[in-house]
């Protein structure tokens, strides 16, 4: 039996299922919810001032979360110049209302 959550978890729909976010898809979307449309070394640089970011720490982890939550329409992912820069959509910020 699961039991009862006051506030449950938010999902997002994946091949295998519904799952909830880890905390490097919350840290990024928090990241960008603090300071929008930023390059990959601006996201880095944001999450050292976040405890759930504790485990971000190169540019392929930023790369790859980022790539997860905007295959799932929450932040969107540009290419300018030789940097990604990542901001979030109207879907990502519903979701950081359940975080």
Same mark, same amino acid.
């Given at each position: 039996?699961?039991?009862?959550?006051?506030?449950?978890?938010?999902?997002?729909?994946?091949?295998?299922?519904?799952?909830?976010?880890?905390?490097?898809?919350?840290?990024?979307?928090?990241?960008?919810?603090?300071?929008?449309?930023?390059?990959?070394?601006?996201?880095? @640089? $944001?999450? /050292? *001032?976040?405890? +759930?970011?504790?485990?971000?720490?190169?540019?392929?982890?930023?790369? &790859?979360?980022?790539? @997860? $939550?905007? /295959? *799932?329409?929450? +932040?969107?992912?540009?290419?300018?110049?030789?940097?990604?820069?990542? &901001?979030?959509?109207? @879907?990502?910020?519903?979701?950081?209302?359940?975080?």
């Amino acid at each position: 039996m699961i039991p009862f959550q006051k506030n449950p978890l938010p999902l997002i729909e994946t091949l295998a299922g519904k799952r909830p976010l880890t905390d490097l898809e919350k840290c990024m979307l928090l990241i960008l919810e603090t300071e929008n449309n930023i390059s990959s070394q601006r996201v880095l @640089k $944001l999450a /050292k *001032k976040f405890k +759930i970011c504790a485990a971000c720490s190169d540019r392929s982890e930023v790369f &790859s979360t980022g790539e @997860k $939550l905007s /295959k *799932k329409y929450l +932040i969107k992912r540009e290419f300018k110049g030789k940097e990604y820069f990542w &901001s979030l959509t109207k @879907k990502g910020k519903s979701y950081l209302k359940e975080i």
